[in-house]
């Protein structure tokens, strides 16, 4: 059993490791310093996670940079209307001459795939992505092939236009550990945007790790400590959620239709765990949850009439209830 100091200076590596990978990226990507967080997040949890902006935030550009960085295989599927499962995940194709079926495998076969703009393909393709990433295996002429390992989803959603998009259903939505809502960078930063970019010169990155190091850091990550008193307060906030009534949080009864499941818990506490790492600790502290709690959550609460109404956020009810429950 390893000693107290070996696990800290294990703990010590590896958080230096994701800063390393972190810095990296950021030397294409400016002013989106949460979302690379997040995306480290999501890949430490073996998680998939859901990007919301409006197009030219440069998701596409951080995702395809991370890719580099990590040494991973990458693929872009463009979902539009007429999109079939077949396209993503792949088919049996005939051939005469020998009378036998060859399997084509489709952009799913690699580590990180951005679904761009998911809600305009139909339910069958969201199904088949979906099924994919809870499963890690897809089957194809009834044969079941595995996935790579590590293997990530990362869909976009473009929140502007509504008109020929099909909604995820919440159901599936909870599939997803993260959604993480993308903003404009601030003047600053946009200046520091047209100078790197204006000429199409973006700059190169070096791989720095490889899908061995990514599962290591994954089994660092469930060292890290979460003491009792922190998954009483993960429960506090899931159970808030789901039947504020009993909670000293009796205002966001009119405002919740429907809490968070227990998969929303088990992601909380993954999510923590992974945090914690990142800032280089060994243990999880209240910050932790509440740092990742909003993009842990945001998608899994489905919100009154009223709230809509008044239009009120999932992201308001959850900033509400992380700064009036009471912290360990």
Do not use: W
């Not at 405002?255 to 968070?260: E, P």
């Amino acid at each position: 059993m390893a000693s107290v100091q070996e696990l800290n200076q294990k703990i010590a590596r590896e958080s230096a490791l994701l800063r390393a990978i972190a810095d990296e990226v950021k030397k294409v990507i400016i002013g989106q310093d949460q979302l690379i967080e997040r995306l480290l997040v999501a890949l430490v949890c073996h998680g998939h996670i859901l990007i919301e902006g409006v197009p030219g935030l440069a998701k596409t550009l951080t995702i395809r940079t991370l890719a580099d960085v990590l040494n991973l295989d990458f693929q872009r599927v463009q979902f539009t209307p007429d999109l079939l499962p077949a396209d993503l995940i792949g088919t049996q194709i005939y051939n005469p001459a020998t009378a036998t079926f060859t399997p084509y495998l489709g952009p799913i076969f690699t580590n990180l795939i951005l679904a761009d703009e998911i809600n305009r393909a139909p339910a069958k393709v969201q199904s088949a992505l979906l099924e994919a990433m809870e499963e890690g295996q897809v089957t194809i002429g009834g044969e079941s092939r595995p996935l790579s390992d590590p293997f990530m989803v990362l869909a976009t959603q473009n929140p502007l236009e509504q008109e020929g998009t099909y909604p995820l259903p919440e159901a599936q939505l909870d599939r997803f550990l993260l959604k993480v809502l993308v903003n404009y960078p601030t003047r600053d930063q946009e200046r520091a945007i047209m100078e790197r970019m204006a000429n199409y010169d973006i700059p190169r990155v070096q791989p720095i790790a490889s899908a061995e190091q990514i599962r290591h850091l994954r089994i660092v990550a469930e060292t890290i400590y979460v003491d009792p008193k922190i998954k009483e307060y993960i429960l506090d906030i899931i159970f808030t959620t789901r039947d504020p009534a009993n909670t000293p949080l009796k205002q966001l009864k009119s405002l919740i239709d429907v809490g968070a499941s227990p998969r929303a818990t088990l992601a909380l506490m993954r999510c923590s765990r992974a945090f914690a790492l990142l800032r280089g600790r060994g243990f999880v502290i209240p910050e932790d949850v509440k740092a990742v709690a909003p993009d842990v959550l945001r998608h899994r609460l489905i919100l009154s009439f009223e709230a809509e109404a008044d239009n009120i956020t999932s992201g308001q009810v959850i900033d509400q209830l992380l700064a009036r429950l009471p912290v360990p």
